[in-house]
């Protein structure tokens, strides 16, 4: 195994916590090759490793947003293996999703509707966090699916959106943040 990863169980150690000693659990879904392991490489701050083929990790980070820590626990496990147990595991265990998509592959994009689905149902009265990624925003000559598509997708899912290219690192800082705020939002109306 190589170096350049972080080993899930020396993070869940490792994890710091934020003010009120909550780590907030992120887990990436989407198909494969759509970009989930290049975005959690960066998040991890261990984007140079391009040339890992890790088959799941989990990175430990706080962020500071908006003057406030947070502290995350960001998973890359959804393709760890093919067993339905870490489907399912997956689909409790979030305190917030990141549902990734590739703008170059139309189905990828239809996998993320599906999954939205899945998870809908298998979190039925709760309302998480969902952002819905459009990776690869670079490749502008293969896109097959358009801002607009992605946009009035995550309307009718009831989620945030942002397109993203992990490869030129654009929009992968706010994409973050993001989760981040959406996280927030929920928790202080769970307060009140
Ligand atoms: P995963 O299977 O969802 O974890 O996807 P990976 O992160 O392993 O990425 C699959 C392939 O897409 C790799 O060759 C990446 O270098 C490439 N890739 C990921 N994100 C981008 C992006 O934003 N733009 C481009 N052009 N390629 C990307
Ligand atoms: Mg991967």
């Not at 999703?97 to 139309?106: L, M």
């Not at 994409?175 to 769970?190: P, Y």
Request: aromatic share 6%.
């Amino acid at each position: 195994r190589n170096s350049c990863v972080s080993d899930s169980s020396d993070s869940v150690i490792s994890s710091g916590s934020d003010s009120d000693g909550q780590v907030y659990k992120v887990v990436l879904l989407g198909e494969h090759g759509v970009g989930k392991s290049s975005l959690a490489r960066i998040f991890g701050g261990v984007e140079d490793s391009s040339d890992c083929e890790e088959t799941g990790n989990t990175y430990d980070r706080s962020l500071v947003v908006d003057d406030e820590e947070t502290s995350i626990l960001l998973y890359d496990v959804w393709e760890q293996d093919n067993s339905q147990w870490l489907k399912d595991q997956c689909m409790r265990m979030g305190d917030a999703y990141i549902i990734v998509y590739s703008v170059t592959d139309k189905s990828s994009f239809e996998k993320a509707s599906e999954l939205r689905i899945q998870l809908r149902r298998a979190r039925q009265s709760e309302n998480i966090p969902i952002i819905l990624v459009g990776n690869k925003s670079d490749l502008v000559r293969s896109r097959e699916v358009s801002v607009d598509e992605g946009s009035a997708c995550a309307v009718v899912f009831d989620c945030k959106f942002i397109e993203t290219s992990a490869s030129l690192h654009h929009n992968v800082r706010d994409l973050f943040e993001g989760i981040v705020r959406q996280i927030r939002l929920r928790k202080d109306s769970k307060e009140e």
